[in-house]
């Protein structure tokens, strides 16, 4: 590929998924997702290096499986999702296993850096060519203004400081 060309490929939201885990009362995990975002890289290689990932997520569409706990968290408690309504991303750097990059919750933004899993390229029955990438990494929630707490009677933490987040996301080829 030339390299002064960019390829643009898009999420495909019905074959990815972004998650979060969260440990509750530190003896269980709570497991989320947004359920709408959306996002693209830009590249000028087949293997993704230095490419441009950007990605957005609707903080409205948080599912935990309780209605409750959702409202709680889309409360200023926790995300603010009124003032803020979306969480974002904007890559740095890629090297095909570390991809540093900004993200920005509730209006702070933080450098961090994921694993990245780049699964190879393939191209689908329909003649769409898709790129498959697993990124895993860790933020502290207390960074982001998310400061909501509480201690049970034996002195647990209720919602642990540290939020896993675990993003597989195939994009299709413009």
């Known amino acids: ?29 709570v497991t989320g997702s947004f359920e709408k975002f959306d996002g693209n890289v830009e590249t000028s290689n087949d293997d993704f290096k230095n490419g441009n990932f950007t990605f957005s997520a609707e903080i409205d569409s948080v599912n935990t499986n309780n209605k409750d706990r959702d409202n709680h968290l889309k409360s200023d408690d926790f995300f603010g999702a009124e003032k803020h309504p979306q969480l974002t991303f904007k890559s740095k750097s890629f090297d095909g296993e570390k991809i540093v990059g900004d993200i920005t919750i509730k209006g702070i933004t933080k450098e961090i850096t994921l694993d990245a899993e780049y699964n190879g390229t393939a191209v689908d029955p329909y003649g769409q060519t898709k790129a498959g990438f697993e990124f895993e990494g860790q933020i502290n929630r207390k960074d982001f203004d998310l400061t909501w707490s509480a201690v049970t009677e034996a002195g647990n933490v209720v919602v642990s400081d540290k939020v896993k987040l675990i993003a597989s996301l195939q994009f299709i080829k413009q």
């Open 1 to 29: 590929m030339d390299n002064n060309t960019k390829t643009t490929w898009i999420i495909d939201a019905t074959h990815s998924e972004i998650n979060f885990k969260v440990k509750h009362m530190m003896i269980s995990t």
